[in-house]
Every structure is written in C-alpha cells, then in structure tokens.
C-alpha cells in the first residue's frame, strides 16, 4: 500500500500503516544524529529549553551536506538509525511520533515504539542526492556549532520512505529476513 501522508496529520495514520507500506511524506521533519541526540538528552535532564517540540515530531536522522545553488541541502542519507538507540525510547516516551533512518533498531526500541504507537520509516541508503531533491527548505534550530549534525528543520515534499517497524512492532528488517531464509 501506498500512503500520501502530510507531517501535519501523521498521527490519524499511525495507526494504519504495517511494516512494508510505502510513504509519500511532506511536511515538517527534524533532523538530528548522535551528537544532538546526546545534547537534547542532556537539555532534557536540566529543564533547558529543546531545539524543537518534541510532541508528534519526526526525526531524520541525518546531516546534510552544504546546499548547491538552487538546493535546500546537499546530499541528505540516512544515518545508521542504531547510533541513536540509546536515546530513542526516551523521546518516543515524550511524544516523538516518526524516526527516519536506515537499518534494523534494537528490541528496547520496538517496544517503545509499539508503546507510544510510533513508527519508524526506512528511506534508502546510498540515494542522499535523490532524497535532497525532495526537501525544499532547511533551517538550523538548534547546536549550530555541530555543522552538518546540527539540529534542522526541514521542509518535505513526497519524501519516498517505507515503513520499516510499524506502531504494533511489525518489523520489515525480521520478516524480509524470514521471508529469504525460507
């Protein structure tokens, strides 16, 4: 199945959408890898103000490369969604509705997303220029001093992405593997 899904909604589809279904996603996202992860984790801990609201946010992990002329960004691919596991159920637990990233997430993870009914969706590893032709806008929100990994607001257009481990923990990365292994 395929699903148009605007950020704005993203909750009434939660719900809907099974490891497997293919996203058209546009609207806001976030982007932040480890080291952010690691700096929203200790603002958390000292009541500091966040880089952005928590609450039905998706998060991109990634760090896009400096834009070309006529481009939002650079190259944008995903990161290794592993690297941010230790942070995740956290922020799942205090409202994150989407992760983007690639690759399978640990089991404390799965079940923090089956929890807070979450999902987390898989864009292609290795396709960063075709990714960057779906965002429109960029703007740093947060650890300017991080570069490429600070915090970003982005702006989205038909982000192709497919569910990977969906808000009742079907889980693509485990049933593609069965499916090959029989």
Request: hydrophobic share 40%; proline share 5%.
């Amino acid at each position: 199945m395929t699903y148009e899904i605007s950020t704005d909604e993203i909750r009434s589809y939660l719900p809907e959408l099974h490891a497997g279904d293919r996203v058209l996603l546009s609207g806001r996202i976030y982007t932040s890898r480890d080291a952010a992860h690691k700096r929203i984790c200790e603002a958390l801990d000292n009541g500091s103000p966040l880089p952005y609201n928590l609450r039905d946010a998706i998060i991109y992990y990634a760090g896009p490369t400096p834009a070309r002329p006529g481009m939002a960004v650079g190259s944008c691919g995903p990161t290794t969604a592993g690297r941010m596991d230790c942070y995740a159920p956290r922020l799942l637990d205090l409202g994150l509705a989407a992760m983007i990233g690639k690759g399978d997430r640990s089991n404390a993870v799965v079940d923090a997303i089956r929890r807070n009914g979450a999902v987390y969706f898989a864009a292609v590893g290795g396709a960063g220029a075709l990714i960057a032709k779906h965002i429109t806008a960029s703007t740093v929100v947060g650890y300017e001093d991080l570069g490429c990994e600070s915090a970003k607001q982005m702006q989205v257009d038909r982000l192709p992405l497919i569910v990977a481990i969906d808000s009742q923990g079907g889980n693509l990365y485990r049933t593609g593997r069965l499916a090959y292994q029989n």
